[in-house]
């Protein structure tokens, strides 16, 4: 009878095992299925925004579509550094992500919505959402080593606090609501960086990027770069076939190409050093890189649309230059958070000059609104400069070794 106790007992801690103490993390984990198919949720809720963003390609739906797409991801990256830190994938790690999966599905039912109708309902599912994050967190930090209570403590409560604002704005004007969560996600993101610095410097460690960690946030982006062809998709869909539209299409499909080797040829699957200042500008440079490819992606279906146009659509080609520049920057400035950065000076620093200049190229260009076709072939173009210019870069290395 003991020996089956005892057998009972073992497979009650193998499924239900206490959160992993701050710092013990593994740097070397595999990404398992359980994050994928969160990842994949989560992807389902931003797809909504770009669907609806790009029926509203106006100033007040970009501010709606950054605004929806910024709570969705704080959200993400709550529960993705929730699970890397502290989660393992046993049957309380599955609970944690299916309640927040609970959550996530009836939020992205609300999105299109968001700025209208159906505003209440999404600020309320948010407010639970935040609230079930609050919990997570909370019951990871507790009976956690006493120099991360502090810091645990500030950010269960600011996660906490931003539940109760969402679900108070439920009761808001539909444009007043949207603003307060413009300001409450800036605000949560400040928050985020304010607590990480509280982090005692001794056990600063504990917050380095895992390799893990540095997956889920390329594979968040790959995943995010399929609303690219998702727009053309639908672009060609809604219009008659032609030469001329397809040609759009392929060309667009390749502008989206280009976003995924500026990032990944320059930063990512890399780490960043082991800093907090490093660490954080790593994590919330993501957010505007990944909503700028999700733009691009709405942008994208009225490119096609208007393939036979003798001039883009401005909002059209001010989303698409615009989203080229922040890919461009954003990705060279995730460069300097990075180890790489300093032990290659001699690709990254002009790499970051071509990167700046080609955005403002495609600033210009977008103020110029050439044909559809044109427009895709000159981005193409200038996020080829950089790449073509680390090529040239690497050649000309491998000829002096050799030499």
Known sequence: MSSQHEAWARLRRQLWQPPRAHGQQPQHRVVGPLELFYDLIVVVLVGQAAHHFAGHLTWHGLGEFATVFALVWIAWLNGTLHHDLHGYDDARGRIMFLLQILVLVPLGAFIP????ERGGAFAVSAGVLFA???????????????EFRTSSRMYVTATAACAVVLAGSAFLPAEDRVLAWALLAVAYLLGFAAVIAKVPPAQAAA???????????????????????????????????????????LVAVVV?????????????????????VATVQWMILHLPLTA?????????????????????????????CVG????????????????????????????????????????????????PLILGLALVLLLGIPWMFAIAHRLTQAESAAA
């Not at 019951?139 to 080593?145: C, K, T």
């Not at 300097?336 to 495609?362: C, F, N």
């Open 207 to 249: 917050l380095t990027v895992t390799d893990a960690l540095t997956e889920r946030f390329g594979l968040l982006l790959i995943i995010v770069l399929g609303e690219t062809v998702l727009g053309v998709v639908d672009g060609l869909a809604e219009v008659p076939t032609s030469v001329m539209g397809i040609a759009v299409g």
């Open 132 to 146: 079930v994050l609050a919990l997570v967190w909370f019951l990871a930090g507790r009976g956690g080593p006493v």
């Open 256 to 276: 989206g190409f280009g976003a995924w080797w500026t990032y990944f040829d320059f930063a990512g699957h890399r780490q960043p050093r082991r800093t907090r």
């Open 292 to 320: 700028a490819v999700t733009a691009m992606g709405a942008a994208m279906v009225t490119l096609v649309e208007h393939a036979h146009d003798d001039r883009t659509p401005p909002a059209t080609a001010w989303v698409l």
């Open 113 to 116: 919505e968001a700025g209208g």
């Open 324 to 371: 080229v520049g922040v890919v461009l920057c954003t990705t060279m400035l995730l460069a300097t958070s990075l180890k790489v950065w300093e032990r290659d000076r001699g690709l990254y620093r002009p790499l970051a000059y071509l990167s700046v200049a080609s955005s403002l190229v495609a600033l210009a260009l977008g103020a110029a609104r050439p044909a």
